[in-house]
């Protein structure tokens, strides 16, 4: 039963990795295709562009650091109770599931603020508003995620 808690707890790390990366794959991918449309007919737009096709990558980044914490703090406790990996579990989820959609979202957003400039390179600081904005949402995540990992150490069940 001891090691059903590692795997609960080990798998919910994985979790918040693989989910996150997903999304930023697949927000990343998305703004490259704008981007590189965009550079093909400027090249000396690239920096900007640059910019909003790497904002989705940043879920793939939180993901990562929460997986390697809880990972850490798991090890730490190899032969920890079912319960216990499941709070785990449940600690990694709200960004692995924030991450995905938001990092899926970001990069939506990114592609339009590529296309705004495309057309008129004076409104990139406005443009780039609206792809941050849906970063909020994975930063919380992130924190309710190392905030519940950082607490379930303590808890003796």
């Known amino acids: 039963m001891q090691t059903l808690g590692l795997f609960f707890a080990l798998f919910g790390a994985a979790l918040a990795v693989i989910m996150t990366g ?3 794959a697949i927000g990343v991918g998305r703004a490259a295709i704008a981007a590189s449309g965009v550079i093909s007919e400027d090249g000396s737009k690239f920096g ?3 910019i909003f096709e790497l904002l989705p990558a940043t879920q793939g980044i939180y993901g990562f650091v929460v997986g390697f914490i809880a990972i850490g703090s798991v090890l730490a406790d190899a032969t920890m109770s079912l319960p216990k990996g499941l709070l785990y579990f449940a600690a990694c989820l709200p960004i ?7 990092a ?3 990069g939506n957003a990114s592609v339009a603020g590529i296309g705004v400039l495309a057309k008129k390179a ?3 600081g406005k443009a780039m508003i609206f792809p941050a904005m849906v970063e909020t949402y994975a930063i919380l995540a992130l924190l309710v995620s190392l905030l519940a990992i950082s607490q379930v150490g303590g808890v003796n069940i």
Do not use: D
């Not at 692995?96 to 938001?102: H, R």
């Open 104 to 106: 899926v979202y970001q």
């Open 48 to 50: 900007k562009v640059l």
């Open 22 to 24: 997903i999304g930023s």
């Open 122 to 124: 004076e409104l990139f």
């Open 96 to 102: 692995a599931v924030v991450g995905l959609v938001s």
